[in-house]
């Protein structure tokens, strides 16, 4: 999933009609199910950059009548560095842009990239889709199937075989024939009898022919059918689209910090308007207690003004670095009876540094896996790592966070998936939820 501008989401929402694959004829009737599946936008602002708008695109799937969705979690994340309070969804009924309705995160597994929202569509009576009846592992070569809106197209189907399972710690993901365009994040990846196997997650980064994919036992069972037990509060909470009165329960895995962590930083650097041409430099400093890997430093220039966007990075180790930038006004300054007038364009570049860095000491970190909001009977679904290395919280809406043990009665294993039930956990600290 790229970043896109708001001007390529509203020409990709408007794009021309994909072929379908050969194999068509055996398809089953994927035109059913077309009311299920929507085009997810997440929006924000980087306030960093001036304000500057940032969107990505996906695809979602309802699986629920109360308006629970399933889509990507990297949505978000691939917003980059945007303020947390600017951050929005929208589904998006077709390539109909006129028919929008907003949305909020109730689920997010960032490990297994996948997202539920909740959108306010109880009235409209919108298809749902089912989870697989047996959803283990398929055998190979088992024929598969996935709809959803590429960027730049219409509504797409594609068809294709699992060719390999196995564990990618701490969850399982799988790899398929299909090949994901961007905008296709987040689709539904369908048995023959139209349940959801899996969810797209996107191409492997080693081979681009290669379609990844995350069991869709990774989505709480709960929101499914839609029967989460919704109280009168909740219900008006999330159609109002005001999560900060949801408490959540929030689940860590406890991982070595010795693995490489990415970094991104943006940066400006301009003239004054009658400054003279010349280089102007930014620097990166490491993380205190970590150290870059110069091999990984890379520089964008997100936008320039002037007449020279030459750029370069000196003087990388692991320490740090620079980002050297010419600079070069457009235009001069004017003596005009001892007042000075300006003309033309001040320089100014704006970029972003992105890079790899790792701790000085190998240690032990919290890595989220989960964070689910308390608003019924949801079971979510845990890595497969041993208990000790799992970490248990619930954020107030205050934003306090409350550690918590879970009882034997709150965590079950059900087909090899250890799952903990929210509506225990909430019942048991309920106090510690205000």
């Not at 594609?158 to 024939?177: F, Q």
């Not at 139209?194 to 681009?208: H, T």
């Amino acid at each position: 999933m790229k970043l896109l501008t708001l001007a390529r989401i509203m020409g990709a929402l408007l794009g021309v009609v994909m072929a379908t694959p050969a194999q068509a004829d055996t398809l089953p009737d994927l035109a059913s199910i077309r009311g299920s599946i929507v085009i997810v936008l997440a929006k924000g602002v980087l306030t960093k950059l001036g304000n500057a708008p940032a969107a990505t695109q996906g695809t979602g799937f309802f699986i629920g009548k109360a308006g629970f969705l399933v889509t990507s979690n990297h949505l978000r994340t691939e917003l980059g560095d945007v303020d947390d309070a600017t951050v929005t969804y929208e589904i998006h009924f077709g390539t109909t842009t006129a028919d929008v309705v907003q949305a909020i995160p109730v689920f997010v597994n960032p490990v297994a990239d996948v997202m539920v929202l909740y959108a306010s569509v109880a009235d409209r009576n919108v298809p749902v889709l089912a989870p697989a009846t047996h959803p283990g592992v398929p055998p190979l070569g088992t024929s598969v199937y996935t709809v959803g809106y590429p960027a730049g197209y219409q509504y797409s189907v594609d068809a294709g075989v699992i060719k390999s399972s196995g564990p990618i710690d701490p969850v399982l993901a799988w790899t398929t024939s299909l090949t994901f365009k961007g905008g296709q994040s987040g689709s539904p990846i369908l048995l023959s009898d139209l349940r959801v196997i899996a969810i797209a997650k996107g191409n492997d980064a080693q081979a681009s022919s290669i379609g990844l994919v995350v069991p869709s036992q990774i989505v709480p069972s709960n929101f499914w059918d839609g029967t989460v037990g919704l109280t009168p509060a909740v219900t008006g909470a999330l159609a109002s689209g005001d999560a900060s009165s949801l408490a959540h329960v929030n689940v860590s895995t406890v991982s070595s910090s010795s693995a490489p962590v990415a970094r991104k930083e943006a940066f400006t650097l301009e003239n004054a308007p009658c400054d003279p041409s010349g280089i102007k430099s930014y620097y990166i400093k490491a993380t205190p207690g970590w150290v870059i890997n110069p091999d990984s430093i890379r520089v964008e220039m997100l936008a320039f003004a002037g007449a020279s966007p030459h750029y370069a990075i000196a003087a990388r180790d692991e320490h740090g670095f620079t980002v050297a930038v010419e600079l070069q006004n457009i235009g001069q300054c004017l003596h005009v009876l001892g007042t000075v007038v300006t003309a033309g364009v001040p320089a100014r570049f704006t970029g972003q540094a992105s890079f790899n860095e790792r701790p000085q000491t190998p240690g032990s970190t919290l890595t989220a896996v989960s964070s689910a909001a308390a608003i019924g009977n949801v079971q979510t679904p845990l890595p497969n790592v041993p208990l000790n290395q799992l970490k248990f919280s619930v954020s107030k809406p205050s934003g306090e966070v409350v550690p918590f043990t879970p009882t034997p009665g709150e965590l079950t294993r059900k087909n090899g998936v250890l799952a903990l039930d929210i509506q225990k956990v909430e019942q048991r600290v309920s106090h510690s939820l205000n």
